[in-house]
């Protein structure tokens, strides 16, 4: 088998985070799930699959990369793209796959957000393993599916076809249409029918047949990346690239209209740390479906409500109902739970308000 190069995409914010997490310190760069941060979670994922002597690459945005070398540089061994500006995961992606072709050849990349939760870990490594295997052997681009737990309305969706293979429990299988976000009463009915998986956003592809599709599909991103080839990666080459990239996502760009498609079905669970809905999938919940993570914190008489906190500050939560409350040493956060989806909305006005440092976010 060819050369396998994870590529870890650490370049968002994380703002639907927010006090927590911001543009300074956005959650891969957090110890959320564990006492290692999120990214140090994907790497220790990554070693047991990246070819030897081949460190992961990883793209992550200008306004992080100091911080990401100090989280990253003591422990792991690794290759940096600095991204001058962002313009989404397309153009990331297939600057990504020409940079590993000049480096290493003609190789398996493995696309993994540096934000994700998965368990176990074993069960994973066998989907990860056989995506390989199969993007080396059938020249398909292969998506991770992933069977749901609840009606999300935040994932897309991937409606699969009839099973094409297995090995090791991993299933794999052509894929007959993406699913964008969908509506409440749509997720719910997907949840009931087998052929129906969550979108996870982890891929793995042949680097020659990621620009083969890209060619065929943006042949003006793809022009640029040959272009930033040509000026060998240089910091001058990344800036002309990111300047005249157009964002578009690699689902949008490439996923939903290629004809190379498949996707692994393992069995370990997934969680996209979206929001700070996700805690209570990983604190779990009380009896009264409340939330409490944090020292120094006291609640009674909460009822379904999040409460987390990440501050030196003694917090006391009391009569709360379907909020979540969440306290950092410099910004308190009170809000309704329905209203969690929009955060990043009035993160927005918060900016513009003027009433709130510029520090803060």
């Known amino acids: 088998m060819k050369n396998i190069v994870p590529v870890i995409l650490a370049g968002g914010i994380g703002e639907r985070f927010w006090p927590l997490s911001r543009s300074s310190r956005p959650k891969q760069l957090l110890p959320l799930i564990s006492r290692r941060t ?51 995961t397309a153009p990331a992606l297939a600057l990504a796959a020409a940079w590993i072709e000049a480096r290493h050849g ?10 994700h939760l998965i368990e176990p870990q074993n069960a994973y490594l066998k989907a990860l393993r056989y995506a390989c295997e199969l993007a080396d052997r059938e020249n398909n681009l292969i998506v991770f599916a992933v069977s749901p737990t609840r009606p999300e309305t935040g994932y897309g969706y991937l409606q699969l076809d009839k099973g094409r293979g297995a090995k090791n429990g991993v299933r794999w299988h052509g894929v007959s249409r993406f699913i964008e976000k969908p509506d409440a009463a749509s997720a719910a009915s997907y949840c009931r029918k087998k052929n129906y998986r969550w979108n996870s956003g982890m891929f793995v592809w042949k680097t ?54 498949s996707a692994v079905a393992g069995e370990f669970s997934w969680d996209d740390i979206g929001s700070w809905e996700a805690m209570s999938r990983i604190y779990g919940v009380d009896a009264t479906g409340t939330t409490v993570a944090g020292d120094h914190l006291f609640q009674q008489a909460c009822t379904g409500s999040i409460l987390i906190n990440r501050s030196s500050l003694a917090v006391a939560a009391i009569g709360c109902k379907d909020i979540a409350l969440i306290a950092t040493d410099d910004a308190i956060l009170a809000v309704s739970r329905a209203m969690l989806p929009e955060l990043k909305k009035y993160l927005a006005a918060m900016k513009s308000s003027g009433t709130l440092p510029t520090r803060l976010f």
């Open 38 to 88: 999120m990214v140090e979670e994907t790497f220790a994922r990554t070693r047991a699959i990246a070819s030897k002597g081949i460190p992961p690459l990883v793209i992550t945005s200008g306004r992080i990369a100091g911080q990401m070398k100090k989280v990253l540089s003591k422990k792991w061994k690794y290759d940096l793209i600095v991204e001058p500006v962002g313009k989404n």
């Open 208 to 261: 020659s047949v990621l620009l083969e599709e890209v060619r065929q599909y943006l042949p003006g991103l793809h022009a640029q990346v040959l272009e930033a080839a040509r000026g060998k990666f240089s910091a001058g080459a990344l800036l002309q690239f990111y300047n005249g990239a157009e964002k578009e996502s690699i689902d949008y760009g490439i996923m939903e209209r290629s004809k190379r498609v």
């Open 106 to 115: 003609e190789s398996i990349m493995a696309a993994l957000p540096a934000d």
